[in-house]
């Protein structure tokens, strides 16, 4: 995760930045906060793209997503999602994320049966959770992964998330060799795109035919596709084609499953090593569902502990890293380097997060940490989960909500502990997001 090379940069060198390379392309490490405000927001007009996996429509319809996009083509398809990701939106999709975290409680339950202990692969549970979370909210559709682990939703996840040798082949490629683009080369196994692209053209068409709204992502794109339907657009403005329409939902696949499942198995890890602060939390949540009764959107954000445990898995930032690239050149301020256009920036978004400047004891699970009066003595720009500016991670919100019912679920209704046999672990190597 680079942290040797950050404390080099940082403790041994005393260096705002140092040089290193990503396969064969140099990088700029920054490891001073302070620059963090310049690139990520005060000079964002420099840096607006992130300087990876250069996405392609033409080449996959599905490429064509927010993540990946650039330029100007970025700015105005972000400006048209943005009030899809509002906290009002996502309110009204809470309900759905709060019945496929009862049907996890549910299936569990049933998997327990009469036992008062058991062993569980929770992290497959947590990923059958998102799976269907993100099948209802994104797609429309009732997956049911959780009682059927073997859908085909499911089975194509596992094709986006555990690619074959030859696609990671091909993503490495297209970044040893920039003209390989022209070959038409797609990085997606074609049954990824296939699936999608059908999944979502099908459902459009037929809630447009049987003039079906529900409270989703998809009914909010669909509603702007037709808003648009005899009319001149406008040169700010995305035309929402059922392929760009599929490519963000996609998007918001890879985004929302894997990260929020990491997370929450992430989490119980944690809560499992630490009994004391799984007690407290499970305290919290019992105690307001007394008072409250049933759990609610704004009721999930209200517990007080819960933000802070949610806060403490600065430990586990789903993106390692913030990449960055010059789109102008740019005088690093208060330095004496100019960066060429084409520079690609590292924010190390996980060394960061373990810099005991910042964080003493930095391997310790401590929600405390995040009390208010705490983060008010630390820098800015040393929490950086959902990175930070106007290329922050737009499904914030979202991916924040999915986690705490499902954690507050899971943790009101067991106890949990770890088995000695999976006591440790190791991160996958190779992925841009942190996996196990």
């Not at 709060?98 to 299936?107: A, F, M, P």
């Not at 859908?151 to 030859?166: A, G, I, Y």
């Not at 990671?168 to 049954?191: C, Q, T």
């Not at 990449?323 to 978004?349: A, E």
Request: aromatic content about 12%; charged content about 25%; glycine content about 6%.
């Amino acid at each position: 995760m680079n942290c040797e090379f950050y404390n080099k940069i940082k403790y041994d060198l005393k260096l705002p930045y140092g040089g290193l390379y990503h396969l064969m392309t140099p990088k700029l490490m920054v490891t001073d906060p302070e620059l963090y405000k310049y690139i990520l927001i005060k000079d964002f007009d420099h840096f607006v793209d992130r300087g990876i996996g250069e996405s392609d429509a033409k080449r996959d319809p599905i490429e064509g997503h927010l993540f990946g996009s650039k330029g100007e083509y970025w700015k105005r398809l972000r400006n048209k999602l943005s009030p899809t990701f509002t906290s009002g939106k996502i309110k009204y999709m809470f309900p759905l994320i709060k019945k496929c975290s009862d049907q996890l409680i549910t299936t569990i339950r049933k998997q327990i049966g009469e036992s008062k202990q058991m062993s569980l692969e929770v992290k497959d549970y947590c990923a059958r959770y998102t799976t269907d979370v993100i099948g209802s909210t994104a797609f429309g559709i009732e997956i049911n992964s959780l009682e059927n682990p073997d859908s085909e939703f499911r089975q194509v996840s596992l094709l986006v998330m555990k690619p074959s040798v030859l696609q990671m082949l091909k993503a490495v490629l297209s970044e040893l060799i920039p003209l390989i683009k022209y070959l038409n080369l797609k990085i997606f196994d074609p049954r990824i795109s296939q699936f999608f692209s059908n999944l979502v053209k099908t459902n459009l068409s037929y809630r447009e035919k049987n003039n079906i709204k529900r409270d989703d992502f998809l009914n909010i794109m669909m509603q702007l596709q037709i808003a648009q339907r005899g009319k001149t657009l406008s040169p700010d403005d995305v035309e929402m084609t059922d392929d760009v329409i599929t490519a963000q939902s996609f998007v918001f696949f890879f985004g929302g499953y894997e990260t929020s499942s990491s997370v929450l198995t992430f989490c119980l890890y944690e809560l499992a090593r630490n009994p004391d602060i799984q007690s407290k939390l499970r305290q919290e949540i019992m105690a307001t569902k007394k008072k409250e009764g049933e759990l609610t959107y704004e009721i999930c954000h209200k517990m007080s502990y819960l933000d802070k445990v949610t806060k403490a898995l600065r430990m586990y930032p789903s993106l390692p890293q913030l990449d960055r690239i010059s789109v102008k050149k740019y005088k690093l301020p208060n330095t004496d380097l100019t960066l060429d256009v084409g520079t690609k920036i590292s924010i190390p978004t996980f060394a960061i997060h373990y810099d005991p400047e910042y964080y003493p004891d930095p391997e310790k699970f401590d929600p405390e940490r995040f009390s208010p009066e705490n983060i008010e003595s630390r820098p800015h720009y040393t929490y950086l989960p959902f990175g930070d500016g106007p290329r922050n991670c737009i499904g914030m919100r979202f991916g924040t909500i999915q986690f705490k019912i499902g954690l507050a679920q899971l943790i009101s209704n067991f106890e949990f502990s770890i088995d000695s046999a999976n006591a440790t672990f190791e991160y996958l190597k190779g992925s841009i997001l942190l996996q196990t």
